[in-house]
């Protein structure tokens, strides 16, 4: 397993990932190349370097000084409950860690997907807040936080 910076070359192949995910509350994929163009924080998971097959990827956008935010945690269907999402969620948050300035991690997350809450949760991030009708489809979502 390879983590690497994703690439304009990525986009296509992010974006039909998202919607397959996440459907309606998928990114546009506008934002997606926005968040390439300017997030140092978005690493693909890849098999090899030789065919570039992307297994997940994650996005983390600094909105403050001292805090940034986990937009996007994606690991493709078929690869999931392997490691990779927690191999991925690692390497990241050492790159964040490693900063010193941050001092804070949030994310939000489907308050109905026990396996990313749990993963969150192996990692020490703690749920603050439930947040109604967070998705476009009305679901709920947690607010989780990682004071680092």
């Known amino acids: 397993m390879i983590i690497d ?5 990525d986009l296509d192949e992010i974006y039909n990932l998202e919607r397959k995910s996440f459907k309606k509350d998928s990114f546009s994929k506008d934002l997606i190349l926005n968040l390439i163009l300017k997030n140092e924080y978005f690493f693909k998971l890849i098999n090899d370097e030789l065919s570039n097959d992307i297994i997940g990827f994650i996005i983390v956008i600094q909105d403050r000084d001292d805090s940034v935010n986990m937009i996007n945690l994606l690991i493709r269907n078929g690869e999931r409950k392997r490691g990779y ?3 991925l969620l690692k390497y990241t948050l050492k790159k964040v860690i490693a900063l010193d300035k941050i001092k804070t991690i949030v994310l939000n997350v489907n308050s109905k997907n026990k396996a990313a809450i749990s993963l969150y949760q192996k990692f020490n991030f703690r749920i603050v807040q439930r947040i109604e009708n967070y998705y476009r489809d009305k679901q709920s979502a947690y607010l989780m936080i990682l004071n680092i």
């Open 85 to 87: 999402g927690s191999f």
């Open 5 to 9: 910076t994703v690439t304009l070359e």
